[in-house]
């Protein structure tokens, strides 16, 4: 648990501020637009001007929570508060962006930098929505329903609808409160985990199309190309990692999705006894051991051989990383 310390000196920050600036990453997932929502929006109903920004704006899936209307892909200007949420390292806000040291971060991920000036960083949390469910309180702020509803679809996407490996007794503590404010659990989890786009649906064809299998290591791509040939206007996964991880002849799957710079986005899952983080770190990336990403430089043929070949030698360790 925190130091009391620090959410003493969060709350102090927080209550006096006027204009607060809060990020989360690129290619946001569920945890990402719900902890920057939720933040914001109790920041506001506690009487403070706020901007959330997501450089690539909110996904078609979480645009039904309440507030997402006002993410926007850049701030407008100065604030008096720096806030970074479910950020691994300063990098992954986007670029362009000349902010200096963010004041706060809020994060759950094992790799972690430390990079801002007041740092709760707690690894063992499902999710960063989790950590604030149970910090706005503590940092005299309320959970409206808006906000309960935006935790909950953070704790629902981040663990797969409480299956990952991390998941604990109170982590569905945590969600049952929220639901006791009023979110509708089974209409978030069909919302955000279950519906999808008929675009997104032929996008997994592709992804799928390409599925690789060597002795326990699972992969797939996704290119620009197949973007395009289904009308699928993410640069994402459309979630398509849920269901390679979910082949039961792999330890490891990796998804390679070629995004519009040169550049490749690789995600890996494991099974419990294996550390993906490990893997990811090598390539600048990070993330939590069974569920990690990095941008990689390269075409996608280049990036996959790299990325297979670093993940093979785990793979032929006399055992997993632990």
């Known amino acids: 648990m925190t130091d009391n310390s620090v959410h003493a000196a969060i709350r102090q920050k927080l209550h006096s501020a006027g204009r607060i600036l809060i990020f989360s990453h690129i290619r946001p997932d569920g945890d990402a637009v719900g902890s920057l929502l939720a933040l914001g929006l109790a920041l506001q109903e506690a009487g403070k001007q706020v901007e959330m ?10 645009r039904f929570l309440t507030g997402s209307d006002q993410i926007m892909p850049a701030p407008s200007g100065p604030a008096d508060l720096f806030i970074v949420v479910d950020v691994s390292e300063l990098s992954r806000i986007g670029e362009g962006f ?20 007041l740092n709760l960083v707690e690894p063992e949390a499902v999710a960063t929505s989790a950590i604030l ?4 309180p503590l940092w005299g702020l309320s959970i409206s ?11 629902i996407t981040d663990t797969i609808g409480f299956r990952t490996s991390n998941m604990t007794p109170q982590a569905l503590r945590i969600a049952a409160n929220l639901m006791e404010t009023g979110a509708n659990l089974p209409d ?13 649906a032929r996008y997994w064809g592709k992804g799928l199309n390409s599925l ?13 190309d197949d973007r395009r040939a289904v009308g699928y206007n993410g640069n994402d996964d459309a979630d398509l990692t849920h269901v390679l991880s979910s082949v039961i002849q792999g330890n490891i799957s990796v998804l390679f999705i070629e995004q519009n710079d040169h550049r490749v986005k690789v995600s890996w899952r ?13 390539f600048g990336g990070g993330g939590h051991p069974a569920a990690a990403g990095a941008d990689i430089d ?7 051989h790299q990325v297979l070949e670093a993940t093979r030698k785990v793979l032929l360790g006399t055992r997993p990383l632990r």
């Open 133 to 136: 469910a149970e910090c706005l």
């Open 270 to 282: 494991a099974r419990p006894g294996w550390d993906v983080s490990k893997i990811a770190l090598q």
């Open 212 to 224: 690789q299998r060597e002795d326990r290591l699972i992969w797939a791509t996704l290119s620009r």
């Open 53 to 62: 920004v997501l450089k690539d704006g909110v996904p078609g899936g979480f």
């Open 188 to 200: 978030l989890y069909d919302r955000s985990l279950s519906q999808r786009t008929f675009e997104a």
């Open 145 to 155: 329903l808006p906000v309960a509803e935006a935790l909950l679809v953070g704790i």
């Open 98 to 117: 000349d902010l200096g040291q963010p004041d706060i971060q809020v994060d759950h991920h094992i790799t972690n930098l430390n990079f801002a000036r």
């Open 298 to 304: 390269g075409t996608l043929q280049e990036v996959i």
